[in-house]
């Protein structure tokens, strides 16, 4: 078998929260415990919701509880050019379209709900002439989006066999927005692609973007990588962690923990160790084994809340 390469791969619009912390800790062990190599990718492409200073921060961040990586930053606003020539690749293919919808008329036209909840696009643009095209583009920029047909399935790591209908499940999702900004599900798949990626870990809510991805790899003829999904870590009240105030972010737990205390509660709650100790993640690599990672969503016991 070939180098296991991992990833971390967070978006830096704001301190690190715990589920990001959640995923680069499983990240990391799964991929030391195999001896392989992990990259550092900052998914930064939204001007108006990251930012190089966050990004900066999380590095520091993720130094500070010993996750360490070795090759990157990538900042993925440097990268354009590169998510250009893929989405040209899927242009000569005759694979996207400009779609002038806005979201208010999504909504209004009331589409049946995606999988995770987006919009599962009706393809109000699909079958637009260029003649129709370049009278609406008058007025204002188009997005633009993927044809997608077909099933994707795989085998998820944690979560088992999965198989999606792409025009059921999915839709045709966006590649570049109207805005000129890349779309996650395209700079995801080139980047995991060009980086020689072999596993990615990550939330389970992201498990539905998977069949998405997968698409693009087939179309883009890039290698696929093995998907491991992991459970979302849950506020008090049942919801998923999110940047809200009463949530525990690293930022206060820091003040009141060491680095191993946080490392050690994060290790407890992933089945890798009986209790909450402090400990180093290098420490944990020996134990590691994704059969002790639980597949329930986690509830964050009352302690990590000051
Ligand atoms: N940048 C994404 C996030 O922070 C994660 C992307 C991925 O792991 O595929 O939610």
Known sequence: MGEVVGRFAPSPSGRMHLGNLFSCLLSWLSVRSQGG?????????????????????????????GLSWDQGPCW?????E??????????????????????????AAN??????????????CRELTEEQAA????????????????????????????????????????????????????????????????????????????????????????????????????AQDGRRLSKRERDVSLEELQTRLSPQEIVGRLACLAGQLDRPEPVKPQELVPLFSWEKVPREDILLPESWFA
């Open 76 to 80: 993925q606003s440097e990268r354009g």
């Open 135 to 234: 009278r609406l583009e008058i007025r204002r920029p188009p997005a633009l989006r993927l044809k997608a047909a077909g099933r994707e399935g795989f085998v998820d790591g944690h979560y088992g066999p999965q198989s999606y209908d792409l025009a059921k499940d999915c839709g045709d999702f966006i590649l570049r927005r109207s805005d000129g900004v890349f779309a996650y599900q395209l700079a995801v798949t080139a980047d995991d692609g060009a980086m020689g990626v072999t596993e990615v870990v990550r939330g389970r809510d992201l498990l539905s973007s998977t069949p998405r991805q997968l698409c693009l790899y087939r179309m883009l003829g890039l290698p696929r990588p093995a998907f491991i999904h992991i459970p979302m870590l849950l």
């Open 82 to 107: 590169y998510y250009q020539q893929c989405l040209d690749r899927l242009k000569d293919q005759g694979l996207v379209y400009k779609c002038f919808c806005t979201r208010a008329e999504l909504h």
């Open 37 to 65: 190599r992990v990259i550092l990718r900052m998914e930064d492409l939204d001007p108006q919701r990251t930012s190089r200073t966050h990004g900066e921060q999380m590095m520091r961040d993720l130094e500070s509880l």
């Open 111 to 124: 589409a049946p709900h995606a999988e995770d909840g987006d919009y599962l696009y009706p393809g109000t």
